[in-house]
């Protein structure tokens, strides 16, 4: 009997366990967990406000224990640690204002705490300039699709999903509304978490080389061994990424490829000489960079004001912005620059998406929420 009673209170904890992963699996289910949900990262951007050195004038309030605390300068987290937000809000009366302050790299990765998996969606953009000669362009092609495939690769072994490569507007591409109409407006596609411009220069002679590692003097460099038969091309490399949401450049890398390149004797194409594995190194080093710098960062999308109670998301199904799904939204200043005061905290509420497509979607506030009053344009928001 006792074995047969543990054997079900396991059971028991194990569907309660399994419950419990399924409804934190679904998100936030109802206006209260959503109210809930705004109250609890209000009550975590303070902590990490006074983490950070944010000065607070004039505030006493009582412990769950009745001793009375007063602080003109709050440091640490166990100061207000338990206390709700709205009451210390109400404490200053209206008359004293939470001081901004930039949240430190160590809290902010506090402040965004279960913001969302690692990965994301990232769009490739295809920066090189266009080659006059046909031999030129074909070796620049080349050396630009070993560098993408490498890119794709990596990024999808780190969890990232990536979007088929966008190349540069054509010059001759009229940017009117007849035009617009007729080929689709000239754009990179979805809205996506983040981007890496890549570009692929070939080098006329040794004075770009020069220059490059004058301007740059952490390029890397790789070299190959030339054949007697080939012809020597070198190459300037570059990835950039960016969080374009954010507007946010997050850091650019570059090499200088030295190798060959000459014409198969059966079909005549151009052939470059180069060890793909260790371009793979590089590229993989480069990304690994990236992705570690987007640890504590919140994958944020534009939201626009389409009336009292409606909002346009610049997100949809590709960033897994679903009907019925709750969304964080913010001013840009806390969203992107981790600046919290009074007035960052007041533009947030909770926005739930009504209608969802592809890359866009729809949603309205709270039913007792009016809605942040911010400018245009300076509305972020991230899946909770």
Partial sequence: MVVTALRLMGCGLLLATSAAAQNEASGLASDDDASG??????????????ESGARVQGVA???DQGRLHERAMFSTEADVRGIQVESYLEALGGQDALDAVQVSDEARCQLWTGSGSESGLVTIKLTSGAMRAAS????????????VAALQSTLRAQGYR????????????????????????????????????????????????????INHPGLASMVYVLSSTAKPVKFAITLSF??????????????????????AFES???????????????????????????ACLPRV??????????????????RGVVEGQWLLVGDRELMVNNVVSDMTLDTLLMLR???????RAQAEPLPSGEGALVSQGELLGTLP
């Fill in 61 to 63: 309030y009582i412990d």
């Fill in 353 to 359: 998406v009504i209608r969802a497509d592809d890359h």
């Fill in 136 to 147: 030129e362009r074909a070796l620049h092609q080349k050396q630009e699709s070993l560098l």
């Fill in 37 to 50: 949900y705004l109250s609890a990262f209000k009550q975590r951007a303070l902590d990490a406000a006074l």
């Fill in 162 to 213: 990536v979007l088929a490569p966008v190349g540069q507007k054509p010059e001759s591409y009229q940017n009117t509304t007849y035009a617009r109409a007729l080929v689709g407006d000239w754009s990179d596609g979805p809205a996506p978490d983040f981007a890496v411009s890549v570009n692929v220069r070939m080098l006329a002679d040794d004075r770009e080389e020069n220059d490059l590692y």
């Fill in 301 to 318: 999308f534009s939201v626009r004001r389409d009336g009292a109670q409606r909002f346009s998301i610049d997100a949809g199904r590709t």
């Fill in 242 to 263: 960016s969080q374009p949401a954010a507007r946010r450049p997050m850091g650019d890398f570059r090499a200088l490829i030295e190798t060959g390149a000459y014409r």
């Fill in 268 to 294: 005549g194409e151009w052939v470059i000489e180069q060890d793909e594995e260790d371009l793979e190194d590089w590229v993989a080093t480069a990304t690994r960079e990236f992705s570690e710098a987007t």
